[in-house]
């Protein structure tokens, strides 16, 4: 197992060092000029030459990629030509809030979409069944910045009429400001747990709500339709039908033939969800107004903010890489024989 974790961990190393050459490639070909973004109206030739010598933008390529590289390795991920803050400081600062709402989202894809896709399969054909491809369907062709306004709309704003009793969710932030909360990880629900302010814990659970359905409705879908197929699948296969007939309890082939087998692809598929949703919660967090990364990375999109962009973006690479790292683990827990290759 030994062998495994570290064949894994090394295989993340030329991954990470190809994705910060092309993410130094990708954000020098934006298009635009980074001073004169940043200094707008009050560009004058003096002021935009100024910048360029002070962030380094007007050496050749070669040599701001030799820096940017040798920053990184001293941990140094640069400052914000826009705000002048630390890129880290920034990060740590915002990240918890976007982090918090994809596991969010992610358990809510994950504790509704297994059980819904197992039991469609089970019962293939019936009105479950045609409630679960229905309903993934619906995941996936809905934008999510629509079904979040949708959200909103019917359960924090309110409907005219008798519709109006269902709002009762809060339409915006992480946390009501009424509430005398400490902060210590800034994640909100997990500062709330052990401080003990549960009114704290629990207010930040209730505005995760509605960010989390509107957010993990596609990967909800997703593992809907994963966990279906593979279920159907392993159904089929000579040891599920020859434990049947040895007369085993269904509960015992169910935990031990099918969910374990049936549970490799979908875990997979969550793996690779986790960078949709870090990606996916741009427009999520701007709709729920939640200071994360995601509104954070428009704003520096817009201003062509270099040191923010190849900070924040290597940042969710990395996370995004470890948790892969987490998934092919999983795997040789679930199934021994993958430990040996």
């Not at 000029?33 to 910048?51: M, Q, Y």
């Not at 010598?53 to 914000?80: E, H, I, R, T, W």
């Not at 401080?195 to 593992?223: F, K, M, N, Q, Y």
Request: no cysteine.
């Amino acid at each position: 197992m030994l062998r495994f974790v570290v064949r894994r961990i090394l295989l993340m190393i030329p991954v990470l060092l190809g994705l910060m050459v092309l993410l130094f490639a990708w954000v020098r070909a934006l298009p635009g000029d980074p001073a004169r973004a940043l200094l707008g109206e009050k560009a004058t030739p003096e002021s935009i030459a100024s910048v360029n010598a002070q962030y380094g933008f007007d050496k050749p390529l070669l040599q701001q990629f030799v820096m940017y590289a040798s920053q990184l390795l001293q941990g140094n991920f640069g400052n914000s030509p826009r705000t002048g803050e630390p890129v880290l400081g920034t990060f740590l600062e915002r990240f918890p809030a976007t982090m918090e709402l994809a596991i969010a989202a992610l358990i809510f894809a994950v504790v509704v979409g297994i059980p819904l896709g197992y039991w469609a399969a089970k019962r293939a054909g019936g009105w479950l069944d045609t409630f679960a491809v229905g309903t993934s369907l619906a995941g996936v062709v809905i934008p999510v910045f629509v079904l979040a306004y949708f959200l909103k709309l019917i359960f924090a704003v309110g409907l005219p009429g008798p519709l109006h009793v269902l709002a009762v969710l809060p339409s915006s932030g992480r946390q009501n400001p009424r509430i005398d909360a400490t902060h210590i990880t800034n994640f909100y629900v997990l500062d709330g747990l052990l401080t003990r302010e549960w009114d704290a814990a629990w207010d930040a659970i209730v505005h995760l709500i509605l960010p989390a359905i509107a957010l993990g409705s596609i990967p909800l879908a997703i593992v809907v339709r994963m966990t279906r197929a593979s279920v159907i699948e392993v159904l089929g296969e000579d040891y599920v039908r020859t434990a049947n007939a040895k007369g085993l309890a269904p509960g015992l082939i169910t935990r031990r033939h099918v969910l374990r087998n049936a549970l490799l692809p979908v875990i997979t598929v969550i793996g690779l969800q986790t960078g949709a949703l870090l990606a996916g919660a741009v427009l999520t967090e701007r709709v729920f107004a939640i200071n994360g990364i995601g509104s954070y990375l428009f704003d520096a999109i817009s201003s062509l903010d270099f040191a923010v962009l190849q900070g924040f973006i290597l940042f969710i690479a990395v996370i995004y890489a470890v948790v892969n790292l987490l998934v092919d683990l999983s795997y040789g827990f679930i199934d021994p024989r993958l430990r040996t290759r």
